[in-house]
Each structure stands twice: as structure tokens, then as C-alpha cells.
């Protein structure tokens, strides 16, 4: 058995689907950097833009190093 415990000091943050899908709702415009983190891939991070009344769109593919 294992387990994680991540601390932000904001409440935007996801799990991803059985297809590695997720959504962040009500997220505030403003730039943002999107970090992801996988058990056996690592971390990465994107930067992306949230504007006003807009759907903002992250894709990214993490492989095996």
C-alpha cells in the first residue's frame, strides 16, 4: 500500500480520468503554470492562459524515461 499527500494553498487541482482527462472549474483569469506529477513518469508543467468566459485547453503526454 502506498499513498500521497500534496498541500497547495489553493483549492485548483484534479485527478485525471481512465483517459487521463480532467477539468478545473471556476479557475480565475490570469497566466498560470499547470504542473502534473505521475508515480512512475516524473513531473512536468505547462503554462497555459485562462481567459474570461473561455474554455482553456492543456494537452500533454508524459513517457517513460
Do not use: C
Not at 499513498?3 to 485527478?15: C, L, Q, T
Not at 480520468?17 to 516524473?42: C, K, M, N, R, S
Request: charged share 20%; no cysteine.
Amino acid at each position: 500500500m502506498s499513498g500521497w499527500v500534496i498541500v497547495h494553498d489553493h483549492p485548483y487541482y484534479a485527478v485525471t480520468d481512465a483517459q487521463g482527462v480532467f477539468t478545473i472549474a471556476d479557475v480565475p483569469p490570469g497566466d498560470y503554470e499547470v504542473q502534473f506529477w505521475h508515480e512512475t513518469l516524473g513531473e512536468s508543467a505547462q503554462k497555459v492562459t485562462v481567459r474570461a468566459n473561455e474554455e482553456a485547453k492543456v494537452s500533454l503526454v508524459m513517457t517513460k524515461k
